[in-house]
T-cell receptor, first 114, second 114 residues
Framework: AAGVIQSPRHLIKEKRETATLKCYPIPRHDTVYWYQQGPGQDPQFLIS???????DKGSIPDRFSAQQFSDYHSELNMSSLELGDSALYFC?????????????FGPGTRLLVL | AQTVTQSQPEMSVQEAETVTLSCTYD???????LFWYKQPPSRQMILVIRQEAYKQQNATENRFSVNFQKAAKSFSLKISDSQLGDAAMYFCTYLGGATNKLIFGTGTLLAVQP
């Protein structure tokens, strides 16, 4: 079965640079979620989109922005990167914007900021 | 605010034995969903099992089952016939209310001894 695709899988950036993470949800899933997992920590919710509109927002820094496109893929844009942004960034998708729908996770993008 | 507590940072089990991972949560909502996700060394986030709060019957998925005690706000995971591949970090996770963000516990690292 098709899974959530994330690219790139690994990314190394310098401080103050920008990064763009991409997420391609499971086919026919119209809701996308972004989570950040720091070293040794549990994942923290950043933001979600349903039908190309932002549906919920968590602890996402103002330096980050995200959007969902007409084909339902999503991009997380990160500017003025800081050392503390080094983390594993997960994208998840679900079939609809309802609490009862299970979120399926992609493999994650490992971001290292030097 | 909803919280999820996993009081066992680490657990160990012998191969083929049974182990139970504990989880408690706090919420004022009556309708919500609980999940156990597994994160092996690859750091992929894999769904293990899900429970709807309105269902009294405990969820079961092959060797994995839960003991859901709604009044006590307890949601433990039992792994039977443990296998080496079960070694991973296990996250107890809550989803409910108007928000669609998953709230994770701090995780329990399970080691399986051959």
């Amino acid at each position: 079965a098709a899974g959530v695709i994330q690219s790139p899988r690994h990314l190394i950036k310098e401080k103050r640079e920008t990064a763009t993470l991409k997420c391609y949800p499971i086919p026919r899933h119209d809701t996308v979620y972004w989570y950040q997992q720091g070293p040794g920590q549990d994942p923290q919710f950043l933001i979600s989109f349903y039908e190309k509109m932002q549906s919920d927002k968590g602890s996402i820094p103002d330096r980050f922005s995200a959007q969902q496109f007409s084909d339902y893929h999503s991009e997380l844009n990160m500017s003025s990167l800081e050392l503390g942004d080094s983390a594993l960034y997960f994208c998840a998708s679900s079939p609809r914007d309802r609490p009862q729908e299970t979120q399926y996770f992609g493999p994650g993008t490992r971001l290292l900021v030097l | 605010a909803q919280t999820v507590t996993q009081s066992q940072p680490e657990m160990s089990v012998q191969e083929a034995e049974t182990v139970t991972l504990s989880c408690t949560y706090d919420t004022s909502e009556s309708d919500y969903y609980l999940f156990w996700y597994k994160q092996p060394p690859s750091r992929q986030m894999i769904l293990v099992i899900r429970q709807e709060a309105y269902k009294q019957q405990n969820a079961t998925e092959n060797r994995f089952s839960v003991n859901f005690q709604k009044a006590a706000k307890s949601f433990s995971l039992k792994i039977s016939d443990s296998q080496l591949g079960d070694a991973a970090m296990y996250f107890c996770t809550y989803l409910g209310g108007a928000t669609n963000k998953l709230i994770f516990g701090t995780g329990t690292l399970l080691a399986v001894q051959p």
